[in-house]
């Protein structure tokens, strides 16, 4: 019997247009999970981590965070920080999508526990290939049950 549960996709994205082409792929590539939205750090780590900042809110949830490095309001590396020390997200699975292919930040990100690192390549073509490949590795990803 498979008791999988639905995995919800957070996408922290502040480009509205780099947003509208991640979820087109996702979905093209025949995922239908539910994508939640947010344009900066502050209200995706409120979703994440609840009111109280604890993360019980998310507990038992399956997630999996699109995250990319460069927001308005804090860098990407402090919400994986943030995501990857707390008990009740650390297993979610993180996908970096940035424009930066600087090979220390590359390191940083995976020494704080991303799964995978994705650099936005400046051409459309290239970005909506990168996010193709993206949505078939959701459709066959299965992610670990949270405790």
Do not use: W
Not at 74 to 97: A, C, F, Q, W, Y
Request: charged fraction near 25%; glycine fraction near 8%.
């Amino acid at each position: 019997m498979n008791d999988a549960r639905p995995v919800t996709i957070i996408m922290i994205e502040d480009d509205e247009g780099h947003a509208r082409l991640i979820e087109k792929n996702i979905r093209r590539a025949g995922v239908a999970n539910q994508i939640v939205p947010f344009t900066n750090g502050t209200e995706a780590l409120a979703y994440l981590l609840g009111p109280d900042g604890t993360g019980s809110v998310n507990k038992g949830r399956q997630l999996l965070v699109l995250l990319d490095l460069n927001l308005p309001d804090m860098t990407g590396i402090d919400i994986l920080e943030k995501i990857k020390g707390n008990d009740h997200t650390k297993r979610s699975p993180v996908v970096v999508l940035t424009t930066t292919d600087d090979q220390r930040e590359i390191q940083r990100c995976y020494d704080l526990g991303a799964n995978v690192y994705i650099t936005k390549p400046v051409d459309y073509e290239g970005f909506a290939n990168a996010i193709k490949q993206l949505g078939l590795f959701f459709s066959v990803m299965q992610i670990p049950e949270a405790d």
